[in-house]
């Protein structure tokens, strides 16, 4: 299956509101805590997805997909 970045993530928000977007049940020290497991330092957080690696994008797009969504196809 191919997965083109570009079509999933928002390049004008940051990290932390992309994930926050798809985990909108979750506190925000969670989302914190699954962006820290995957490697995205405090000072990561508030940067624009635009001006992240094409592997930081990758594990943003994965924070966004193992989080749980209310409608399965939401991920899709």
Not at 25 to 37: Q, V
Request: with cysteine.
């Amino acid at each position: 299956m191919m997965f083109y970045q570009a079509e999933a993530l928002d390049l004008e928000k940051t990290v932390l509101d992309t994930v926050a977007e798809a985990a909108e049940d979750w506190k925000l020290d969670d989302i914190k805590g699954l962006l820290g497991r995957c490697n995205f330092r405090d000072d990561m957080l508030d940067r624009k997805v635009q001006f992240l690696s094409g592997g930081e994008k990758v594990m943003c797009i994965f924070c966004t997909v193992v989080t749980p969504h209310k409608s399965p196809l939401r991920c899709i």
